[in-house]
């Protein structure tokens, strides 16, 4: 139930450090390390490459789990939009395994990927928030997001705990090949938790950054390099999707090859800046946009900040600031939305679950 709040969607929020602290433990065994079921390491262990599919957020937390396979496991990931993997089917390696990141397990799109793939003999694994949904019926594993029942059309709290959970995946099979993991993936997971919450009680802050920078445009920027840039499309759907201002979430570099065109005055750029090796090239591109009069707002990392900066993110793990970098931009969508009287559970045109292809 929503209790005392307006939206479940600024509940599942707020739910969002309460749910990574409950996946530590769904996730913990008894000498207290975070694994997985033993029967899914077997199998990817055995494989020579994971092909993620997904769709909208799920797909966006899909693109930083390769980021976590890829850096703490080192197995080579792909990630694939649910609607046109048959039509640009990769060339497979020859040990795949399939990935499908679901909130619902109902995604018609992503089913349509597995049935392909189990029909061609290949392993997969859901990983979902519905015990017993569809796409947890019909592939080989399942691992579950315990994240509880999101009832906001937006989704929120299923994208973190995908993260959560891919990380948690990620860093048992680095263990299970025998490479060394340069964190305690408990304890870093656990500062994301209390990093979240800081800024979950920081709500009049976004909803004053709402206010200032996107109550009268009708389009937004959000432009970020690496791993950034991944949450800047988070964020951008997340804005879309509420509030109906028209966003674009953009890699810092790409900019200047055509997009800038559109920046006016007063046009709203959200600049994430998390990582020490993007930092300047990313203060670089706000730079530009500032010079064509856009209106910017730097949301930076707690070691990476300058004097103007909006917002700073408490300190987390670098591999790790996506958790807490969408918090922010998921309560600016929220307060944008809401500033906007717009129907913030149940925008117009949208459901929960897509159930046709
Ligand atoms: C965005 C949103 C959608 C879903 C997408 C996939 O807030 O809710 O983009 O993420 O339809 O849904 P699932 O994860 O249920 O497969």
Redesign the pocket.
Known sequence: EKGTYEHYMLKEIDEQPPVIRKIIQEYSNDKNELEIDSDIRQALLDVDRIYII??????NAGLIGKEFIEKIARVHTEVFVASEFSYNMPLLSQKPLFIF???????AD?RAVLVQVKELGYKTLTITNVPGSTLSREADYTLLLHAGPEIA???TK?YTAQMAVLAILAVDLARAKGSSVPFDVTQELGLVANAMETLCNEKEEMEQIAEEYLSVSRNCFFIGRAVDYYVCLEGS??LK?ISYIQAEGFAGGELKHGTIALIENRTPIIALTTQQHVNLGIRGNVQEVIARGANACIISMEGLEQINDRLVLPHVLDLFTPFVSVVPLQLIAYYAARQRGCDIDKPRN?A???TVE
């Open positions: 997904a769709a909208g957020t799920s797909y990141i679901s909130q619902s397990g109902e995604t992503s059309v937006a989704s299923a759907l997340k999707e949208l929960k679950s897509v």
